[in-house]
């Protein structure tokens, strides 16, 4: 007859770890088999290799590929980021509205022409890690404090505009990297103003007047400079404020030295002021008037009125441009029912194109579909162009971001370019 045996409370205690430890055991070898099959598995055909040194902008089949503009939309100088917003819009007209099959998304921030403007728009850039890359700004004075915020961000600006000197020093710091501009250097322009007022007009003595600005000072100085080396006499280097409206105690300030030429590169509204002011001083009644660029638009006869008549601007020489021109204009005539109003339109189209071409050069598509955008790789190409065919010339960018080819001429206003409110086309004088 057998007998129930109890256990010991000891014995129990070993059965039961035996048991859990065999239970583990088990575990441990199915988790194994587990990960080693899904370490086994093929790569997904979403995981893409595609790197970059500062970031990768990663854009879903079918979805925009966002190019951001900052310029000057709104107040007295809106027309010249106008002129160049029509000029992008016109460039992606011609691409079909698409680049490596995806929809282009265009969006503007206004930058107001100054520092302040400049320095709000960047940083609202900034905050979007959709934007590819931008065109602008339209001011020398936006860019100054703006471009930095971009470049922080990631993202490569071209700006059809800015002709500071400044920008694209070889001493303007790594936070410049990520600029470049297809307009000319103010090192160029200045110097054609000064060689006009000595070589055409004859005139011996010249005075100056800028806003301020890193544009108007630094156009203003390459011209007293240039003046100089050619035998002439600077009378006189002043400075306003771009809200200044009573021109007169500067005025006469600068009669006293009796010049014969006054350059003045600043912008429509204060620019229109020293217009209408200047022949009023005495002393001043018979000097040469010479604006340049900033102030080039129908906006400035509007504010300068019939005084404008006779003055003279230092501007890019639009008949010096491509043979894609002539459709270009007519494309804008068709688009906005009017002719450009500034002279950026065809630089804003190049600057558009410009990028366009890098990012064809540089995306590229996942199994999927998205289309990976680097943002170092796309800066790189950017510097990369050479040879490119734009409206404006051959552009070449060099190793600070100048690409432009400078063509430079003077024009004058004639009544029927004050009553018509047009701009006119072909210069006056050129020093080719």
Not at 42 to 68: R, S, T
Not at 316 to 323: E, I, Q, T, V, Y
Request: with cysteine; charged share 20%.
């Amino acid at each position: 007859m057998l007998r129930k045996v109890n256990k010991t409370s000891s014995e129990k205690k070993e059965v039961s770890m035996k048991r859990r430890l065999f239970c583990f055991t088990v575990f441990l070898m199915l988790f194994g088999l587990v990960t080693l099959t899904w370490a086994a598995q093929p790569a997904k055909k979403d995981a893409f290799p595609y790197e970059d040194k500062i970031g990768v902008v990663k854009i879903k089949p079918g979805q925009p590929i966002h190019l951001a503009m900052w310029l000057v939309v709104a107040g007295e100088n809106a027309s010249l980021g106008t002129d160049i917003k029509r000029g992008v819009e016109i460039a992606l007209d011609d691409k079909g509205g698409k680049v490596l099959g995806h929809p282009v998304k265009l969006t503007v921030q206004d930058s107001g022409c100054n520092a302040e403007g400049g320095q709000a728009a960047a940083t609202k850039l900034a905050s979007d890690p959709t934007i590819v890359a931008a065109v602008g700004s339209t001011c020398s004075s936006e860019a100054k404090p703006g471009v930095p915020i971009l470049w922080k961000a990631g993202i490569s600006t071209v700006s059809p505009s800015n002709t500071a000197p400044y920008l694209t020093d070889p001493k303007r710091g790594p936070d410049f990297s990520g600029y470049l501009r297809t307009a000319h250097n103010d090192k160029v322009q200045g110097a054609v103003a000064a060689q006009f007022a000595v070589k055409y007009l004859k005139v011996k003595r010249a005075a100056t007047i800028h806003d301020g600005s890193v544009y108007a000072e630094q156009l203003a100085q390459v011209f007293a400079e240039t003046f100089k080396k050619l035998g002439g006499t600077i009378t006189a280097q002043e400075a306003v404020s771009p809200t200044d409206t009573d021109m007169r105690p500067v005025l006469t300030k600068i009669a006293t030295g009796k010049p014969e030429f006054l350059y003045f590169p600043i912008f429509i509204g204060a620019g229109g002021h020293i217009t209408r002011q200047a022949k009023e001083v005495a002393g001043l009644e018979k000097v040469y008037l010479m604006a340049a660029d900033g102030c080039f638009s129908p906006d400035f006869y509007k504010a300068a009125g019939e005084a404008a008549v006779g003055m003279f601007h230092s501007s890019p020489d639009f008949s010096a441009f491509g043979s894609g021109y002539k459709d270009f204009v007519a494309k804008h005539q068709k688009k906005y029912g009017e002719k450009p109003i500034a002279p950026y339109h065809a630089h804003g189209y190049d600057a558009a194109m410009m990028i366009f071409a890098a990012i064809e050069k540089v995306g590229k598509k996942g199994p999927d579909g998205t289309l990976y955008i680097g943002r170092q790789k796309l800066r790189d190409a950017l510097y990369q162009t050479k040879n490119f065919k734009g409206l404006t010339g051959t552009l070449n960018c060099d190793a600070y971001g100048d690409c432009a080819d400078p063509r430079i001429a003077v024009f004058k206003t004639t009544p029927e370019n004050v009553k018509n409110g047009v701009m006119p086309t072909q210069p006056f004088w050129k020093p080719y």
